[in-house]
């Protein structure tokens, strides 16, 4: 069975650009969370999608949205990128809220 | 707000020696995680306790849940250099809704 797969495994962006980060499930997981992992600030939930909706997000600013697909795929999406976004950014799939979480490769963004 | 404590924060042991990190939380938990990371990878899950008293063990590592003091321990024992990286507790607070709260994690290393 094959795991959580995200891409691109690595992106180097400037300040100000836009990024998105993409992430499938495990086959018959409908939720999907989102993790930042920064340095010096541990790893801090910042959203979950559930059969396509945006059920809740953690505390970050609103330029961190994404969407979920009817295949239950994920994008993350980061607007007006800042230096402290640079980061390891970890998607983790369950088979329905509150099951176990299984997490993603990773994409590791360096913003410049 | 959940907090979260791991302690130590870092560690290093001798191969062949034995040690228990600790992961304390502060309010009711549905679930307590503990994740392996090695440098520049993602979570590996490790163990899921769902009750009070569970234990669990795999191979030189075992884990513990004590709901009523809302402890956890992982148990190392004999420990071996491949046992080497960064463990992380997490709490699964509100059923899947708030993703899970991660402890600041345990940076272990083992000499051979």
């Known amino acids: 069975e094959a795991g959580v797969t995200q891409s691109p495994t690595h992106l180097i962006k400037t300040r100000g650009q836009q990024v998105t980060l993409r992430c499938s499930p495990i086959?018959?997981?409908?939720?999907v969370y989102w993790y930042q992992q920064a340095l010096g600030l541990g790893l801090q939930f910042l959203l979950w999608?559930?059969?396509?909706?945006?059920?809740n997000r953690g505390n970050f600013p609103p330029r961190f949205s994404g969407r979920q697909f009817p295949n239950y795929s994920s994008e993350l999406n980061v607007n007006a990128l800042e230096l402290e976004d640079s980061a390891l950014y970890l998607c983790?799939?369950?088979?329905?809220?509150?099951?176990?979480?299984?997490f993603g490769p990773g994409t590791r963004l360096t913003v410049l | 707000e959940l907090k979260v404590e791991q302690n130590p924060l870092f560690l290093s042991m001798q191969e062949g020696k034995n040690y228990t990190i600790y992961c304390n939380y502060s309010?009711?938990?549905?679930?307590l995680y503990w994740y392996r990371q090695d440098p520049g990878k993602s979570l590996e899950s490790l163990f899921v306790?769902?009750?009070?008293?569970a234990v669990k063990q795999e191979g030189r590592l075992m884990a513990s849940l004590d709901t009523k003091a809302r402890l956890s321990t992982l148990h190392i024992t004999a420990a071996v250099h491949d046992l080497s990286a960064t463990y992380f507790c997490?709490?699964?607070?509100?059923?899947?809704?708030?993703?899970?709260?991660f402890g600041k994690g345990t940076h272990l290393i083992i000499q051979p």
């Open positions: 999608y559930d059969e396509g909706e945006e059920r």
């Open positions: 983790a799939s369950s088979f329905t809220r509150g099951n176990e979480q299984f």
């Open positions: 306790l769902l009750s009070n008293g």
């Open positions: 997490a709490v699964d607070m509100g059923g899947g809704a708030d993703g899970l709260t």
């Open positions: 309010t009711t938990s549905d679930r």
């Open positions: 086959s018959g997981h409908t939720s």
